[in-house]
């Protein structure tokens, strides 16, 4: 038919031949969006007539959305500090952004990875979910983590001392 698949992301033809433009090819983070020769796309599957001259169509895609992240939470004086994992698969993430079960909220441009929730009350547990952002959309909310921010220990009191044997205290 004139046609011949040159890899998996350009299909070829001569003048005039009928081509079939195969399934759609696959990208990590991306979509598949048609056959593009620069002024007409095509669906996958599709069979096409080249025009006059030869034509070579090109793969295009789109940026996926990105996959649902997964999150840790550590706990620290009066706050917690989110550490946001990007999901797999997916597009990549643009941003991040951190909610805490108390509707407080925080927001990480990526490439950075986490952020920190302040004040929170010592002694209360907390939890925290995420979302990935791109261009194209923005993921399900994240699994929960769990946090119980703690001050620092009160200093000791009530001290005594006791010598034993010659040892000065």
Not at 151 to 163: C, I, R
Request: proline share 6%; with cysteine.
């Amino acid at each position: 038919n004139g046609g011949t698949a040159t890899g998996a992301t350009s299909v070829s033809g001569n003048a005039s031949a009928t081509v079939k433009l195969s399934s759609a090819p696959t990208k990590t983070g991306y979509v598949f969006a048609g056959w593009n020769t620069g002024s007409t796309v095509l669906a996958a599957n599709s069979d096409t007539t080249m025009g006059s001259a030869n034509a070579t169509y090109i793969a295009t895609w789109t940026l996926a959305a990105p996959s649902i992240p997964s999150i840790t939470a550590t706990p620290n004086d009066g706050g917690a500090t989110i550490s946001v994992t990007p999901g797999e698969g997916g597009g990549s993430a643009s941003s991040y952004t951190i909610t805490a079960n108390t509707g407080a909220s925080c927001s990480v441009v990526a490439p950075a990875t986490s952020c920190t929730i302040a004040p929170l009350t010592n002694g209360t547990t907390y939890t925290f979910t995420a979302t990935a952002t791109n261009a194209t959309g923005t993921s399900s909310a994240s699994g929960s983590a769990t946090a119980t921010p703690a001050g620092l220990p009160s200093a000791p009191t009530s001290l005594s001392a006791v010598q034993i044997g010659r040892a000065h205290v």
